[in-house]
C-alpha cells in the first residue's frame, strides 16, 4: 500500500488526495463524507431484484395461472401413477392379484407414499398403530382373508373411525394399499399398539408372477 491509499483509508486528518468536487461537504467527527456512489451496474442489479419480486409475487401467490411447488408435486404424481397403473389395467381385488402385488417393489413403493400420505395419521407410518389398530400383528378385527383389507380401505370400519377411502383414492391404489398392509404383517414395529380382534391364519403364499391375472386354480 502507498502512503497516501493509507492515509485516505485511516483518516489520518491529512488532506484527501481526492478533488473537491467528489467531497459532500459533510464532516463528522473530522471525517469528510466522499462522495462515491454505488456503480450504475449495482443499481441495475438492485432494481432488476425488486421488479422480479414483484412478477415472482403475482406468478407464485396471486395469480391463478402459476401452481404451487406441492400442486406440481401432486400432479407429477397422479401423472406417475396413471402411467404406471397404464401398464397393468383395471386389478381385480382377489386374493391372489392383492398378494401378487406385494412383489412388485414399484407399486410398494408407491403404496408406501400412500399409506404415508394418508393412513400414517392414525395407523403410524410403521402400521404400529395409534388411533388406528397395529397392522401389523396377527391379529384382526374385521379381516380373515386378504379380500377385507381391500374390503375395510374401500368401505371404512367401526361406523367411520376408520374411514372409507372408496372416494378419495383409486381402485387400483386401493388393492395395492391392501397388498402393503398385507406386508406390514409380520414386522415388528417399535412400540407398536397390543394386538386387538383375533388371530387369523396366515396369507396363502403371493403367486411368482406380480401383476399376472391370477390363474383359476389360485382363486
Ligand atoms: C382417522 C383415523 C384412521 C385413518 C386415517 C385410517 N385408519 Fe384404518 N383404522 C382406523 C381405526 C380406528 C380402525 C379400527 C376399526 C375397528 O375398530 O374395527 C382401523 C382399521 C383398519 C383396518 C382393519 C384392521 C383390523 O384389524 O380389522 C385396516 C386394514 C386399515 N384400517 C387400513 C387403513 C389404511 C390402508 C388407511 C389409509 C388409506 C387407513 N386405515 C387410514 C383408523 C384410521
Keep these: ?7 485516505s483509508l485511516t483518516h489520518s486528518g491529512k488532506p484527501s488526495t481526492a478533488p473537491d468536487g467528489n467531497l459532500t461537504g459533510h464532516i463528522y467527527d473530522d471525517i469528510q463524507e466522499y462522495d462515491n456512489p454505488t456503480p450504475g451496474w449495482w443499481h441495475a442489479i438492485f432494481v432488476a431484484t425488486i421488479v422480479f419480486s414483484i412478477g415472482y409475487l403475482l406468478v ?3 395469480s391463478i395461472m402459476g401452481s404451487s411447488i406441492s400442486e406440481d408435486w401432486e400432479g407429477d404424481q397422479r401423472a406417475e401413477f396413471a402411467r404406471i397403473f397404464g401398464t397393468v389395467g383395471a386389478l381385480n381385488h382377489d386374493q391372489q392379484t ?3 402385488q406385494t412383489q412388485n417393489p414399484q407399486f410398494m413403493a408407491m403404496a408406501k407414499g400412500l399409506f404415508i400420505g394418508n393412513c400414517a395419521a392414525c395407523h403410524k407410518r410403521d402400521g404400529g398403530g395409534d388411533v388406528g389398530v397395529n397392522l401389523c400383528d396377527d391379529s384382526y378385527k374385521s379381516v380373515k382373508h386378504v379380500e377385507d383389507l381391500f374390503r375395510i380401505i374401500t ?3 367401526a361406523g367411520g373411525a376408520m374411514p372409507a377411502w372408496k372416494n378419495r383414492i383409486s381402485d387400483n391404489e386401493r388393492v395395492v394399499l391392501a397388498a402393503y398392509v398385507a406386508s406390514l404383517r409380520g414386522t ?3 412400540g407398536g399398539k397390543p394386538p386387538e380382534g383375533e388371530v387369523i391364519a396366515p396369507w396363502p403364499a403371493p403367486s411368482p408372477n406380480p401383476t399376472a391375472p391370477p390363474s383359476p386354480a389360485n382363486k
Design 98 to 100: 392383492i398378494l401378487a
Design 188 to 190: 415388528k414395529p417399535n
Design 155 to 157: 368401505d371404512g370400519a
Design 1 to 7: 500500500m502507498t502512503p497516501s491509499m493509507t492515509d
Design 60 to 62: 407464485w401467490d396471486v
